[in-house]
């Protein structure tokens, strides 16, 4: 019989399943994201610092670019 209310995605209940299915996998991830440490915000300021070396070593790159030129 192929009518509603049988197999796992032709009823309410089916359907019911499947979302707690999909909700109990996003509910584990983000549980172990949690437990891994995971954290942007620190790994933004890791970045930022960065850039800002970066800056710093571009002008001294030109510093020693305008010191080598007057030589």
């Not at 019989?1 to 979302?19: D, E």
């Not at 915000?41 to 030129?69: A, G, Q």
Request: hydrophobic share 45%.
């Amino acid at each position: 019989m192929n009518g509603m209310g049988y197999g796992i995605t032709g009823s309410f209940w089916g359907f019911l399943l499947n979302l707690l299915i999909i909700l109990l996998i996003v509910g584990v991830a983000v549980v172990l994201l949690n437990r891994s440490g995971y954290t942007a915000p620190r790994d933004n300021e890791r970045i930022i610092k960065m850039e800002r070396d970066i800056e710093e070593i571009k002008k001294t790159v030109e510093d020693i670019k305008s010191k080598l030129e007057e030589i």
